[in-house]
């Protein structure tokens, strides 16, 4: 896997390729092109890191690709562009942080009175930071992932909130949680396969990229 940091320096870049639409549907729909609209044979995921066209300064997003950036994203002006492999192969015990900014959801399931769920569920947004904890420690490929222990372990939200996107004429609003936090690798396998398949909904919007670095032993 590939992890890039580019740099759109130019808001324009963007923006007259798309309108009246947020900017996380604009930056999916560059990468989209980017990649030849082949998103199947070149999975990437997609995070906003720096957003400051208010002062025409740019932005700044961090993309984590299965195949490597296309060589004319360098020959673009207004945009630059650093790269390089991602390892994404772990050990059994290793101490290790990570980095999800997620959608935090969850699905409402309606019921008859004999108890026969009636589909399709509701989603509904999470923004307690208590209960986007628990929807991250719930999550059955981080609990096969990880070994947490409360003594040892550092987990935190750094940031939430409400994400509001325009795609044309259809509106969303996605509740959203950055965390962060420090803990151990119980399955490398696993571990790995989050990072090749992110965590969560909305990933065509920036959520779901899941980073993961070795903690050097002290």
Known sequence: MYLSKICFNDPFVLIRRGGSNSTSYLVKQFLCDLFDNNRLASRFFFRIKDETFQDGRG???GVLSSNPMPSRIF???DVTCQSASYPNQWEKGQRVWFSLLANTVKNLHCQRSDGVRV???RRLGISNPSEQMSW???RDEVREAFRFNRDTDKIEIRD??????QKGNHYSSHCYADFWGETTVADPNKLSEIVENGIG???TFGFGLFLVGSIEAK
Request: glycine share 10%.
């Open 160 to 165: 939430s909130g409400v994400l509001n996107i």
């Open 119 to 121: 589909a399709p569920a």
């Open 136 to 138: 991250l420690a719930g």
């Open 75 to 77: 020959e673009m002006r």
């Open 201 to 203: 909904s909305a990933k």
């Open 59 to 61: 932005m700044t997003i």
